[in-house]
């Protein structure tokens, strides 16, 4: 980690960056250490023994002894910004709770390279094999969604009226059923329309929302052969079926250029597994990007981004109707922003074209020129040529923003859910620096 803006992009969230800036203090760290591997350090908490904190500068990855659920958890954060602070505090007496738990760490590596080894040196998996496992699950697959057709219109025939919390359990039942076969992206789905009965006054439209993208998603696999391969692509997506990454590494349209990190947003999805979107954009392809990666367990993730930045990297996009996810191939980090210049009749062009070709992506990279944030009676929102769009930011995210374009206009890059805008990162025309982004204080 080169500064602060890089460690606080770390950040799961902005409560745990201002917590970490909190513990920014020599005399709550009784002990710090440091060298080429790893930066470790004793926090004194609330209790008799000190935390024990501790940073692989490979991943990085982070390790503390706190009961925090976040990933990386404040003291871990804290402990970086000691060390681009001032790194002449820190002792290169590595302690042996340090050394027991790299050698962990190298461990678990060692073994993950040797399961590798032995996929790379096996025999190739008989063809007729591979086919006929992959035509039972499509078949159990299938099946699983002509049920699911058959359920949902019992329950639209009920009415939404009828809905209360027995029938929201039968919900998750029939999400159940769907991961017994081998469909767990449907079950996914259908929790999620779940979570919106009785949210808001417009629940029963945003149900009804995912409920019609369902009987979509049913409809298709049910004509699957007919479809071309890029909709069926996506199909396997939606029903939950793992994409081999390899495969996209090997076969994925590969697209080389420097990316404009638009944004990078972390959110915990349960108490050990962290999601994190990154969104670019080819600053000579024009293309967007996102980087979907999940760390579990209090693991780092293999590649580090940071908001505002830029990244000379081969992307591979996986296969679909509207590729917009992909892997990342030996990214060289550094370098200004060069932030995208499109109108915004183009914006929403792009949005509406990957739309139409798959409806069921769910997060669209959207950026606009000339944008006011605001604050009114009923939420967050930004004007933009003369059109109100509703956005989506928790209180402190909004107040910044407020605060940094003076409310004034300003370039925003966010995350369109199809109702509402996600700011990430701000910034005026003619500038690389952002004046805000969402990692950041």
């Given amino acids: 980690m080169q500064d602060t803006a890089s460690v606080?992009?770390?950040?799961?969230?902005?409560?745990?960056?201002?917590?970490?800036?909190?513990?920014?203090?020599?005399?709550?760290?009784?002990?710090l250490g440091a060298d080429e591997v790893a930066v470790w350090g004793e926090c004194q908490g609330s209790g008799s023994k000190p935390y024990q904190t501790q940073v692989d500068l490979s991943g990085p990855a982070f390790r503390c002894s706190c009961p925090s659920r976040k990933f990386p958890c404040k003291h871990g954060l804290a402990l970086l910004l000691l060390k681009v602070d001032d790194a002449s505090r820190f002792k290169a007496a590595r302690p042996a709770w340090v050394d027991e738990w790299l050698a962990s760490r190298e461990q678990k590596e060692k073994k993950k390279e040797e399961r590798e080894a032995q996929k790379a040196e096996a025999p190739p998996p008989d063809p007729k094999s591979v086919a006929k496992r992959e035509a039972q699950r499509w078949e159990r697959i299938e099946g699983a969604a002509q049920d699911l057709q058959r359920w949902m219109a019992d329950q639209l025939a009920h009415g939404l009226g009828a809905v209360d919390d027995d029938t929201v359990k039968g919900w998750q039942a029939m999400a159940a059923r769907m991961v017994d076969a081998q469909a767990p992206g449907l079950g996914q789905r259908l929790l999620q329309a779940a979570e919106q009965v009785r949210q808001g006054a417009d629940w029963p439209e945003q149900v009804l929302h995912r409920l019609g993208l369902l009987q979509l998603a049913c409809d298709g696999l049910q004509r699957r052969a007919s479809l071309p391969e890029a909709v069926q692509a996506d199909l396997r997506q939606v029903a939950g079926w793992p994409v081999d990454k390899d495969g996209v590494i090997a076969h994925g349209d590969a697209v080389t250029d420097r990316w404009t990190v638009l944004g990078v947003v972390q959110e915990m999805r349960d108490a050990k597994l962290t999601e994190r979107r990154v969104w670019l954009h080819g600053q000579r392809s024009q293309r967007r990007a996102l980087l979907l990666d999940h760390a579990y367990g209090g693991r780092g993730f293999e590649q580090v981004w940071v908001g505002a930045s830029s990244a000379e990297a081969v992307l591979h996009f996986f296969p679909g109707a509207a590729p917009l996810r992909a892997l990342c191939e030996g990214p060289q980090l550094g370098g200004a922003a060069v932030w995208p210049a499109e109108p915004l009749a183009q914006e929403w062009d792009r949005i509406t074209q990957r739309m139409a070709a798959s409806p069921w992506m769910g997060l669209h990279p959207l950026v606009l020129h000339d944008a006011t944030p605001e604050r009114t009676p009923l939420g967050w929102r930004c004007l933009v040529q003369g059109r109100s769009l509703d956005m989506r930011t928790d209180e402190a995210f909004g107040w910044q923003l407020l605060a940094h374009s003076g409310g004034r206009a300003l370039n925003l890059a966010g995350e369109w859910d199809g109702q509402a805008f996600s700011p990430m990162s701000a910034w005026r025309d003619g500038e690389a620096a952002p004046l805000w982004t969402r990692s950041q204080a």
């Fill in 8 to 31: 606080l992009a770390l950040a799961p969230d902005e409560a745990s960056a201002k917590a970490a800036r909190g513990l920014v203090a020599p005399a709550k760290w009784p002990a």
